[in-house]
Each structure stands twice: as structure tokens, then as C-alpha cells.
């Protein structure tokens, strides 16, 4: 005897029906056969009627939205209504730009320079611990004061990335998300591996097909010249020495956006950070922790390098960064393919973002004492091998040539813009009070 799966009936009707009527030949009269079949023809009939109506709605649905997702639930529709009015561009000729990493240090300074000059900007970050999530939030919530989304959302998600680009026709990429941190990678390896390199394929891979395709601009790192020690660090210089994991991952950004420059026409612009700092900076960066211990009166690690030689980084402030980011944008240049297909040659650029002025890490810990009015405890350790480089100091002669880049906030007036900030947002005991 026949078993009718339910599974069957959608799927198959047909089979359905001659199995029926076989079966019914079998255990009934002639005359109960018909009634059946007759049933089951006014059956098929509603059942057409059913998807007649069902095609009809969702052909609604697409002429709507322009898109055939099918049905859009209340809290889809709400999504989208959100993430359409945070990309809204306010001023002729402006632009649409998603923003990665946007809940992130450097990201929500990004987003919120450009929506109040009156570009339209959506935001996506993955709120991962690395350091204090509820910082992240509080960026977030201070973005969301300005008009700004920040939808959750990791870069390696691909589907929620394509969902994005069909609501919003993005202009620009400011691709900013990633797992920063030298010493960390010899913790967790594989989060540099996840955001750094498969989480900028996919993202590259999506900005590829889309049409028209968004111009690129993303954060690769001076750490890239890892053993390089000729001074000033030139764009030219080789970059084939990283010193870490985190370096060598950058270092595969280049070489990968290369790649989809290459192929698919993408216009890409890399720029290379010198140490950031500033208001709503990264907790785990020295002259945050150093903050942080010396409000507390918990001694501070300081690094020596080789022969006791300080070290010293060419820390860049944060507007300045903001203002190559958006001068980078700006003079960024279309992509030339569409759909996944080049159609000629798109801008491949790579900048020094830095401040041209080195300053020793024994240095930046006086400015702060000066800007704390408090004494650190300061405990002087060689450097380990781990990965960080004695010194960096930029050449930013490419970066003024092509949009203007000029750093003006030299470390003492950044540091206490800063000090501000921090005791502002966590006051003098490290509370947050904000
Ligand atoms: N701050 C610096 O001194 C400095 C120096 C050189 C390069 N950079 C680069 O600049 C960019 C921004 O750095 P930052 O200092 O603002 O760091 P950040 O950690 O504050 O910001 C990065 C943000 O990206 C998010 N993120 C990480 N992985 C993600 C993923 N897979 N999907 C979605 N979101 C993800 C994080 O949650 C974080 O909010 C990074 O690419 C970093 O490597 C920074
Ligand atoms: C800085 O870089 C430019 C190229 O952008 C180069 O011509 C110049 O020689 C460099 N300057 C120094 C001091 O290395």
C-alpha cells in the first residue's frame, strides 16, 4: 500500500493524485471514485488560485521595494527605513559611504566627520571584546546622537553585507574594521587571520560585484616596513620584512586589494597609520594604559630597545588622521567595473598617514604627567621580540602632494585634548560618569 508522505503533496501533486486514484480503484465503488477525482480537480484549482495570489503579492512586494526578497517583515521594512535615512546625503555632490569598523577608535571619528560635512554614512562593526565592548557601545550611541547607524554585523558575513548594498547605493568604502594590536596575535592568531585577510576577501568580493562598484579606502598600517631602517619610512621602501603577524596580515591587504584592483577595476587606496591617538583612542595602546595606571598609581611598563634606546613612535592625532581619511576619499577616483567585470584602469594608490615627528615613549610619559599633574611609576623593561619595531617615523611628502595632507596637533596638545576626554568619560578614579 501507497504511504503518502505530506512532504509529497506540494512538491508533487501529480504523483500524488495518480497514486490516490490508484489506491481508491482498489478499495472502492466506481461511483465514490468520481466524486473523489472531482475533488481532487477543484483542489488543483484552489491550490492554482493560492499561487496566483502568492505571485501576485510578492510581484507587489517587488515593484515596492525594487527587489525580490518576497516578503518583508515590519521589522525588515523598520531596518531598512533606518539604514536608508543614515545613508541620506545632505550636500551637492556628496557621497554614501559604508563605514567598517565604525563603532572602533578611528571609524567613529570617520563617520561622524563625514555626516557633518553632509555625507550619507552606515556603519558596521562586530562589537568583539578584544578590548572593552561597552566602549564600543558608547561610541555607537554617540554616533547614533549624530544621525549615524552602526549595524551589527561581522565583514566576513556576506550575506548581511550584499543586504546592505541592496538597500543603499554606497559610493565609498571606508574600510576601517580589523583586529589591530601587535603583541595580541600571539594569543589569538587566527582573529587577525578571520578579520585582516577572510574578512577583507569578502568584503572585497561584494564591493567587486556590486553595480555601480563603491570606491575602496582602507587602513593597512606602518608596521608594514617592519625591519626597514632607513628614516624617513617612504611609501617606496620595502615592505617584505613585516616583524608580526598583525604587519604580515597588512601586508596581504596590499597585496590583495592589488589583486581586485587588477582583475575587477576597483579603486583602492591604502593608507598606512602611524600610531593613532586621541578622545575616544583604544585601550589597549600605551598612552591610554599609561593613563589609566598612572590616575590609579599603578606602576607603567616602559619599553627600551636595544643598548637602552628609547623608543619612539610618530604619533599622528586623531583629526589629523580624520582629515587624510576624507582627503583620501575625496580624491579617491571611480572604479571602473561593474558586475563583477573590469572595464578599465581603476587608481591604485597606498599614503603615509603619520605626523613626521617622533617622540620617545619616556617623552610621551612626561607630557602626561604634566597633563595629570600626578607622577608615574615608571618600570623600564627591554623590549621583547614580540613583534614591535624600535622606531617609526613618516614620510608624508605622497599623501600633501595628492589631496593636501598636512598634520597640525603636535603630542603635547594631543595628549591633552585627550586627558580631557578621558577624565571626562571615566573621571579621576576610572569610573565611567558619562
Ligand atoms: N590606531 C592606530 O594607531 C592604528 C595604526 C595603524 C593602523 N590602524 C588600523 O586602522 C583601523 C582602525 O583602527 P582602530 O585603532 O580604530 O581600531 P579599533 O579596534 O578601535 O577599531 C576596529 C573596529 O573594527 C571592529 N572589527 C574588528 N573585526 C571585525 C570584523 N571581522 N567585522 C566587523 N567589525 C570588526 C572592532 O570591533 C572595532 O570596533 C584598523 O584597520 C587598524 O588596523 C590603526
Ligand atoms: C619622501 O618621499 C618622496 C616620494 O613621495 C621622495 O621623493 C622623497 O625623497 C622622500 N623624502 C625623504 C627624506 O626620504
Known sequence: MPNFEEDDFPSTPGKFKIERSHHLHHGFGRQFSRVFSSTSTMLIWVLFLIALTVSFLSFQTTVHTGRSYGYLSWAD???EREVRVSAQIQRPHGMSVLVTGAAGFVGSHVALALKKRGDGVVGIDNFNDYYDPSLKQARKAMLKRHGIMVVEGDINDAKKLNKLFDVVVFTHVMHLAAQAGVRYAMENPHSYVH?????????????KSANPQPSIVWASSSS??????QVPFSESDRTDQPASLYAATKKAGEEITHTYNHIYGLSITGLRFFTVYGPWGRPDMAYFSFTRNILQGK???VYRGKDRV???RDFTYIDDIVKGCLGSLDSSGKSTGSGGRKRGPAPYRIFNLGNTSPVTVPNLVGILEKHLK???KKHFVDMPGNGDVPFTHANISAAQNEFGYKPTTDLETGLKKF????LSYY????KYVN
Open 427 to 430: 573621571g579621576y578614579h576610572g
Open 310 to 312: 628609547d623608543l619612539a
Open 374 to 376: 600626578m607622577k608615574a
Open 195 to 207: 578579520s585582516n585577510i577572510a574578512g577583507l576577501v569578502t568584503l572585497l568580493e561584494v564591493c
Open 419 to 422: 586627558v580631557r576626554w578621558y
Open 224 to 229: 608594514v616596513y617592519g625591519l626597514n631602517d
Open 77 to 79: 521594512r523598520k531596518w
Open 299 to 301: 606602576p607603567i611598563t
